[in-house]
């Protein structure tokens, strides 16, 4: 999943849970999902910025 897919389904994520669309049983698997996506995102941002300070070297 890329980063601009997996952002999009955390928002949708968190729209379901703002407007109170999901049931506990979903909003468990939901959170679960979304806290994978998050860390996704954040390993990915991380090598980015590791790749642009190699290449500034």
């Known amino acids: 999943m890329t980063y601009e897919e997996s952002m999009a ?4 994520i968190v729209r379901q849970i703002e ?3 999901m049931n506990i049983d979903d909003l468990a698997k ?5 806290q994978e996506l998050i860390k996704s995102c ?3 941002l991380t090598k ?7 290449i500034m070297q």
């Open 9 to 12: 389904r955390i928002e949708q």
């Open 19 to 21: 407007s109170g669309e």
């Open 42 to 44: 954040k390993d990915k």
């Open 48 to 54: 980015v910025e590791e790749d642009i300070k190699q």
């Open 30 to 34: 939901n959170l679960k999902e979304a």
